[in-house]
């Protein structure tokens, strides 16, 4: 089965840019792997949101992008606020199943 | 609103079973595909499976942990989905969310998500 692995843990700093990536051990990470990020607080169900590489919901703050980069994929966050220090998940569509990285714990210091 | 409620959860035994439920409302149901993923105290999210609508057969598919064990059905007219876990082990200890997405593919995000109900496999 396929493994997708993220940064265990990233710290930025309030108003800063920060970028998480996801990759796949079975090679660069496509947009045919449907890359799909997550949110999830202490005590919350995960909310996505991005789908499909770079797809954002109503619901998702202007500064948080998805993107292909150097062969994974990357969820950039800009101008960084302190409520978004929370875990974030990858999502990658494997051939009919879903696999989802470890997920990275962000720390806004 | 959209709104997923599971329930079912409890304390089993290693090698018993467990039947979970997910009870939606807010969408239609039977066009949506419906997912289950869990989450042990302090890790990372797993997927479990998913089914689609009738129109895509039932199709399921099973993450490699649980393939064999769990089943994953739905009843559209209870606009419910369920999961049959079977010869339960420790390391199936967790949180366990359902979720859904509209239609069939992986275009369509996880959009929604249940609170979870928890499920301790011990002696």
């Known amino acids: 089965q396929t493994v997708v692995t993220q940064e265990p843990s990233m710290t930025v700093s309030p108003g800063g840019t920060v970028t998480l990536t996801c990759a796949s051990s079975t090679g660069a990470v496509t947009s045919g792997d449907y890359p799909n990020w997550f949110q999830q607080k202490p005590g919350q169900a995960p909310r996505s949101l991005i789908y499909s590489t770079s797809n954002k919901h109503s619901w998702t703050p202007a500064r948080f992008s998805g993107s292909l980069l150097g062969g994974k994929a990357a969820l950039t966050l800009s101008g960084v606020q302190p409520e978004d220090e929370a875990d974030y998940y990858c999502?990658?569509?494997?051939?009919?199943?879903?696999?989802f990285g470890g997920g990275t714990k962000l720390t806004v210091l | 609103e959209v709104q997923l409620v599971e329930s079912g959860g409890g304390l089993v035994h290693p090698g018993g079973s467990l039947r979970l439920s997910c009870a939606a409302s807010g969408f239609t149901f039977s066009g949506s595909t419906l997912h289950w993923v869990r989450q042990a105290s302090g890790k990372g999210l797993e997927w479990i499976g998913r089914i689609r609508p009738k129109t895509n057969n039932y199709a399921t598919a099973y993450g490699a942990s649980v393939k064999g064990r769990f089943t994953i059905s739905r009843d559209d007219s209870k606009d419910t989905t369920y999961l049959q876990m079977n010869s339960l082990k420790s390391e199936d200890t967790a949180l366990y969310y359902c979720?859904?997405?509209?239609?069939?593919?992986?275009?369509?995000?996880?959009?929604?998500w249940g609170q979870g109900t928890l499920v301790t496999v011990s002696s």
């Open positions: 999502l990658l569509y494997d051939g009919g199943a879903r696999v």
């Open positions: 979720s859904r997405h509209e239609a069939v593919g992986p275009t369509w995000p996880l959009d929604s």
